[in-house]
């Protein structure tokens, strides 16, 4: 079955919430603390799309991505979070932990990367976890590259360093 991608609606939320949760847990399981990962718990996952996409909808694009009526992924991009107006941000790509490796994550990379052309942005930019050697790798075959840029914040009590990754958005 073909994967297909639409623009998130209001009553989406709460699905992409717990999917969110789910994708976290499979992802940083490997060197995040389980403790770390317990919370928050897919309602209130779901709880904080909600808010986020109240505030966020005006100047951020939520994409859903659906196999067979499902909801299996999501990408999340806005504004550069260092308010360069030419930079794109990817805030998330998330996908349901049994859709790894199915093309969906490609898929949803590519619909951001235009949706990045489309609303002028030259370079596009992302944060993701140093320790997170899958999505380093995904998005470094996805033709970005680190900066040399680092910050740490926490899931949960566990601090999770990150860095910067950059791309050109071909015109």
Known sequence: MTVTLRLAT??????????????????????LPAEALADPT?????????????????NHRLTVAERAGELVGFSYLGPDDEDDPETGLLNAIHLEPAEQGR????????????????????RAVLWVLRDNAHARGFYERGGWTPTGAKREEHIGSAPTPQLRYSRLLDT
């Open 103 to 122: 093309g969906t994550g490609r898929a949803l990379m590519t619909d951001a990367l235009d949706a990045m052309r489309a609303l002028g942005w030259r």
């Open 42 to 58: 897919p309602e209130a996952m779901g709880r904080y799309w909600a808010e986020r996409w109240h505030w966020e909808q005006d």
């Open 10 to 31: 209001g009553d989406d939320l709460m699905a992409v919430g717990a999917m969110h949760q789910r994708s976290r847990v499979a992802a940083y399981s490997a060197f």
